[in-house]
Structures are given as structure tokens and as C-alpha cells.
């Protein structure tokens, strides 16, 4: 069923804000994680992982959600469909791997908020490259999302393919039809 333009224009907003809004949400994660690793202020150190947990379960998660939620809406609810081109097929898996990735990774959240709040735990032991590495590897994921999105590349998978041939029948017969219908009409 595909959506009206109004409907489509509102969930395509929602979809580009959370989307590109959780792009930018993990850019500042992993600002605070290279700060995290490079800061000589102790104070600092321990903020930035204590701070990681609430902001990602506040902000992280219910951005890549939204994101996965209105690009299922979008694809459904247009022409552009779930399994047709290439290009929404990448996005989604982009997006599953990402989303698990996240929510697997907010254990080590919580733990690195506990190491981080003990103050008998010395600097060494609260910084972590670990939040580094993740921050830069969604970040690249994303950026190819939102390329992917931008540039739309043509490449229709094989059910692409045969429903866009079967729409290419529907309307070849329905050009077809009235010119029969004149025809045994003058015919009469
Ligand atoms: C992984 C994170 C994602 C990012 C960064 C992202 C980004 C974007 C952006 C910037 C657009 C606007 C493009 C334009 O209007 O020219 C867009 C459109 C679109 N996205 Fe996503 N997206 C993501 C995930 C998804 C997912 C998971 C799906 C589907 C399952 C999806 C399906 C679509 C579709 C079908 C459009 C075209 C909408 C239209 O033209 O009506 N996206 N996306």
C-alpha cells in the first residue's frame, strides 16, 4: 500500500531526522571517547564513562529504533519496497547490525560506568579503547547509509525485477483495454 504524499513527506522527515540525528550522536561518542583516552584530568576521565551509559540508552537507542522503524515504514509504503533495490537491502542489513551491536554493547556501557564510579579503580583501569573503535566503525557505517540513500544506486534485486515487470504488464493491459472495448464497439 503506498502512502499519500503528505503521510510520505512526515515519515520521511522522521526517518532523515532520527537517521542522520543518530549519525551525529555517534560522533559526540566518539569525541567523548577519544577525551576519554587522552585526557590527563582524572575527573574528566571518569565523567566521560559514567556519562556514555545514560546517554546512549537516552539518546543512542531510541535514534537507531526510530531509524529502523521509519525505514521500514518508508520502504513499505512506497514504491521503493523492503527487497526490491540493492540499496534499501544494504541499508536494512546496515541497520540490524548496527542496532544489535548497540544493544549487545550497552552491557559493556554499564560496566565501564561501574569501573569508572569506584574510586579505588585507578585511571588505567576506567580508560577503554573499546568505546573508540565502535564509535569509528558505526560512524563509517552510517556515512555509507546515508551515501547509499543519497546516491540510490540502480541495481533492482530479482524480486525487484519480476515485480516490475508484472507492473509493466498490469499497465500494458490496461493501455490495451479501451482500444478493444472501441474496437468491437465500431465493429458492432
Ligand atoms: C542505517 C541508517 C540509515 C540512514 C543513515 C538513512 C538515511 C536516509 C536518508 C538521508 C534518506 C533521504 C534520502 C532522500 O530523500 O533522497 C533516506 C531515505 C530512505 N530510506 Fe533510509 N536511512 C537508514 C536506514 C534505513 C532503513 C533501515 C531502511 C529500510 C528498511 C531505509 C529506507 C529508506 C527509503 C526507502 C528511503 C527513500 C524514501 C523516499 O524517497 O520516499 N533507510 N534514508
Not at 544489535?100 to 556501557?109: K, S
Amino acid at each position: 500500500m503506498t502512502m499519500p504524499p503528505g503521510l510520505r513527506r512526515f515519515v520521511l522527515t522522521a526517518h532523515v531526522t532520527s537517521s542522520v540525528g543518530w549519525l551525529g550522536a555517534v560522533a559526540c561518542f566518539l569525541a567523548l571517547a577519544v577525551v576519554g583516552l587522552t585526557s590527563q584530568d582524572p575527573q574528566t576521565v571518569r565523567a566521560v564513562y559514567l556519562v556514555m551509559e545514560p546517554a546512549a540508552w537516552y539518546v543512542l537507542v531510541p535514534l537507531a529504533f526510530a531509524s529502523l522503524l521509519t525505514g521500514l515504514v518508508q520502504s513499505l509504503g512506497t514504491t521503493w519496497g523492503l527487497f526490491r533495490h540493492y540499496w534499501v537491502v544494504f541499508k536494512l542489513v546496515i541497520n540490524l547490525f548496527a542496532n544489535l551491536v548497540l544493544l549487545i554493547y550497552m552491557e559493556t556501557f554499564r560496566v565501564m560506568a561501574g569501573v569508572a564510579a569506584d574510586p579505588n579503580a585507578d585511571l588505567g583501569m576506567v580508560r577503554n579503547s573499546s568505546p573508540v573503535l565502535h564509535a569509528a566503525l558505526a560512524l563509517v557505517l552510517l556515512l555509507v547509509a546515508t551515501a547509499l540513500a543519497l546516491y540510490k544506486p540502480r541495481g533492482m534485486t530479482p524480486h525487484g525485477q519480476r515485480k516490475q515487470h508484472e507492473q509493466w504488464q498490469r499497465a500494458r493491459q490496461r493501455a490495451k483495454q479501451p482500444v478493444q472495448r472501441t474496437a468491437s464497439q465500431s465493429s458492432r
